[in-house]
């Protein structure tokens, strides 16, 4: 059935052009009118979607048909905006990047697959005339992309403003809806670091940063056209479901890292786990020093290395997961838990002892190590994902191993996922296993792989209903063959 639902997606043309700062205002002075907002974001971004979730007090959704099919994407934009007055989307890159010539999987195919009115925030910084030249283009470029109306951002004063907004309004034939002037940079706004800008886990609640939000939307932002423009976006077919994910009848209980420290978890991955029948127990990697009673572990991303000193006065916890993994409980990390599971973290010239449950030693460099879309063979045998499939995700990631001190020890290493693309360890591996321990570099997303959370479940359960008697006796090796053979390029480059 024809659902009318209030949406604007908020576009740019390259990185770093001002969307983020244009979405957080935006959304804040939504919510501070009383409105309903559910938020996305498009692709992978952990961090722009943390805070847009802040602002809007929701679980801020990505949206991204690399890491899972359209058809799942558009089904769950329409499922959470289903109950918001208003639904807010931020773009990433530039609106027609993608991975290929076509575009593929860029901000404007998703424009098109939610037939979202787009607003382009364009950074105007020492030009006038040419900015409509270039919206024009933008327009022009794919006619059935909507370009709804124009941001500008980083504007020199009244008389710049003056010119370029009449010249995109007289050749362009669509509105300028702000003009925002010189602020600085987002990080100015917001701490930023080596990954983007700081979490809201770790921000400073009183700093004033939602006062500066709206500041910006009331003096520089026209509010009003843009939830016009939004309320008059083309009704979409789709069919609303009373339907809940979460199953009332709980199995196993998977414990996870809900900290300052580990933050990076897809809404999804977290609902499909209790979909299948999981409790979910949050757990500080700081402040508890041991494991609740649960029968798995999920540690996702984050920052170990920020807060690796905290992380090692709490060896108690260190410790405890390490026990964890040698009894055969399922344990799932993605990139920062791989740190943590790690030998050992050189971070700024300081060597921090990690839990120690893969014998490798990893550093941090100034560039990123790998970063972008993964896709990946499941080549050996583990507890979360069929052997022979494939599994799509995405990396970022400064750290990388480091040299190899215990070559023949390190050849001993089982992994599980042969790279097509990405860099993941090196040598196109990721995928380290231990027992039913699986840690890699690569993130995936519930809803391209729906599996995953079958498998952890089940994996779960089965360590529920056997790991007692067998890590009595010290004989549980859970899915992990004792004749594993390493491939021939498991030694992985220091060079990376």
């Not at 030009?127 to 006619?143: C, E, M, N």
């Not at 990390?333 to 050992?344: P, V």
């Amino acid at each position: 059935m024809a659902t009318s639902l209030s949406r604007i997606l908020i576009a740019g043309l390259s990185g770093d052009s001002g969307k983020t700062i244009v979405s957080l205002s935006l959304a804040n002075a939504l919510v501070r009118r009383g409105l309903a907002v559910s938020a996305f974001k498009k692709g992978p971004d952990y961090i722009d979607a943390a805070w847009l979730g802040f602002i809007t007090n929701t679980s801020c959704r990505n949206l991204d048909t690399y890491l899972a099919p359209e058809n799942e994407v558009y089904t769950s934009f329409c499922a959470n905006a289903a109950n918001s007055d208003i639904s807010l989307i931020e773009g990433n890159r530039g609106i027609y990047d993608g991975k290929d010539v076509l575009g593929t999987h860029s901000t404007a195919g998703l424009a098109k697959l939610l037939q979202a009115p787009v607003v382009l925030v364009v950074d105007v910084t020492k030009t006038t005339r040419t900015i409509g030249a270039l919206v024009k283009g933008v327009i022009d470029f794919d006619h059935d992309v909507r370009i709804a109306g124009v941001i500008l951002n980083r504007v020199g004063g009244n008389r710049h403003q003056s010119i370029v907004t009449q010249t995109i309004e007289k050749y362009c034939g669509i509105p300028v809806l702000g003009a925002i002037p010189k602020l600085g940079e987002a990080s100015e706004i917001i701490p930023g670091r080596h990954l983007g800008l700081v979490t809201p886990a770790e921000y400073d609640k009183n700093a004033g940063f939602t006062d500066k939000l709206d500041e910006i939307a009331v003096n520089y932002i026209n509010i009003d056209k843009i939830i016009e423009l939004a309320n008059n976006a083309s009704e979409l077919e789709f069919e609303r479901v009373n339907e809940h994910l979460e199953n009332n009848e709980k199995k196993v209980r998977i414990g996870y890292f809900n900290d300052s420290v580990f933050t990076f978890y897809y809404p999804e991955n977290l609902e499909y786990l209790e979909k299948e029948g999981a409790e979910l127990i949050g757990i500080s990697s700081i402040d508890d020093n041991k494991l609740p009673e649960i029968d798995a572990l999920y540690i996702g991303g984050g920052f170990p290395e920020t807060q690796a000193e905290k992380l090692v006065n709490n060896k108690a916890m260190m410790n405890d997961v390490r026990k964890a993994a040698v009894s055969g409980m399922p344990i799932y990390a993605e990139c920062g838990g791989l740190i943590y599971l790690s030998r050992s973290l050189c971070w700024e010239g300081k060597l921090f002892s990690m839990a120690g449950v893969f014998p490798i030693d990893l550093t941090m460099h100034k560039k990123p190590v790998g970063h972008g879309y993964t896709s990946a063979t499941v080549d050996h045998k583990n507890p979360y994902f069929a052997e022979n499939g494939q599994i799509k995700g995405h990396e970022f990631h400064y750290s990388g191993v480091a040299e190899i001190q215990d070559e023949a020890g390190f050849r001993q290493l089982r992994n599980c996922l042969s790279l097509s693309k990405g860099t993941g360890l090196g040598n196109k591996r990721d995928g380290l296993l231990f027992n039913n321990t699986l840690a890699c570099y690569m993130h995936i997303h519930a809803l391209g792989e729906k599996g995953w959370a079958v498998n952890f479940v089940k994996a779960a359960c089965e360590y529920r209903d056997r790991a007692g008697e067998n890590s009595q006796s010290g004989d549980f090796r859970g899915f992990i063959a004792d004749d594993y053979q390493a491939p021939d390029n498991l030694l992985l480059s220091s060079s990376i």
